[in-house]
């Protein structure tokens, strides 16, 4: 969605993002954002901080577009 906003890096390499769009999102000041590259783009999403099995919040590890914790990883690993 081009929305004609252009932002500049400040010195400390930081971008604002406009109100009307974290409004859309729903994304507030305490909202995650994982930043991913994509050839000259970046990605902005918002990174889950629970795991996608049981929902816990210890030990989580993001694989790919969600995360899991260590238990269920060992779960999956072990079968047990």
């Known amino acids: 969605m081009e ?11 930081r971008i604002v993002l406009p109100i009307e769009m974290r409004d859309a999102l729903d994304w507030d000041t ?9 050839g000259n783009h970046l990605l902005l999403k918002v990174f ?5 099995i049981c929902g816990g919040e210890e030990n989580i590890k993001p694989i790919r577009d969600t995360c899991i914790c260590r238990k269920c990883m060992d779960e999956i690993i072990c079968g047990y």
């Open 3 to 13: 929305t004609g906003i252009v932002k500049k890096i400040d010195k400390l390499g």
């Open 30 to 38: 305490e909202t995650q954002i994982s930043v991913i590259r994509q």
């Open 48 to 52: 889950p901080d629970r795991c996608c």
